[in-house]
């Protein structure tokens, strides 16, 4: 009989610590943090303002590297490579969705899904399938700078989605939308998102928060 090895672990960090300097002082900004997220699963991390969650989440997009403590993503190491190295991994495996779109402003909005398809690989629905599905078809030929706070929101989407990625990161998605817009963005979101990734939210609303399978709480950069 052959045995089939099971895919990887979308997201694994463990023991994560990040420490800033302020003066002669040092701030543990996480403090022993671990998160797995497994396929399929999306996680919702909370916790007042200066708790550490957009540390977090810079330390699982390879953005940053832990003072301690290690970030695996589809069971390949983002954190202490190499600048060029763990930037492909980010390209291939990760997608970002923040409160400002990340589109760039001399792509349209089908060119900008294009442009993250192609970085990641051609698995998942084509960049046509994903504007139309989103509700951007309107749109698709429309410069960045014209959409809707609604369209902005669907169309960083439709980018972070692009290629399939193993992980989606959000960091208050829908912050600048209206909470009828939040709905959509969130149903699109899991409608939408590949079968085998996983989906971590930074996020301060509690509509977004019941929309994750669970929550994870961060205070003083500790999971509580």
Known sequence: MTVTPASPVPLEAVGLHRFYRRGETEVAALK??????????????????GSGKSTLLGLLAGLDDPDGGLVLVAGERLSHQRAAASARLRARCVG??????????????LENVRFAAGLRGSDG???????DGLGL???R????????????????????????????????????????????????????????????????????????????????????
Do not use: F, K, N, Y
């Open 32 to 49: 022993d943090v671990s998160l797995t997220c497994h396929a399929g699963e999306t996680v919702a991390v909370t916790g007042p303002s």
């Open 96 to 109: 970002v969705l923040t409160q400002a779109s990340g589109l760039l402003a001399h792509l349209d909005v």
């Open 125 to 131: 629905p084509s960049p046509e399938e994903l504007v």
């Open 137 to 139: 078809g309107a749109v």
């Open 141 to 224: 030929r429309a410069s960045p700078r014209t959409l809707s706070g609604g369209e902005t929101a669907r169309a960083g989407l439709a980018v972070a989605l692009a290629g399939a990625p193993a992980l989606l990161l959000a960091d208050e998605p829908t912050a600048e939308v209206s909470s009828t817009e939040e709905r959509t963005v969130l149903e699109l979101l899991r409608s939408w998102r590949p079968a085998g990734s996983a989906t971590v939210i930074v996020t301060h609303s509690a509509a977004v928060a019941r929309h994750a399978d669970r929550t994870v709480r961060l205070v003083d950069g500790s999971i509580r």
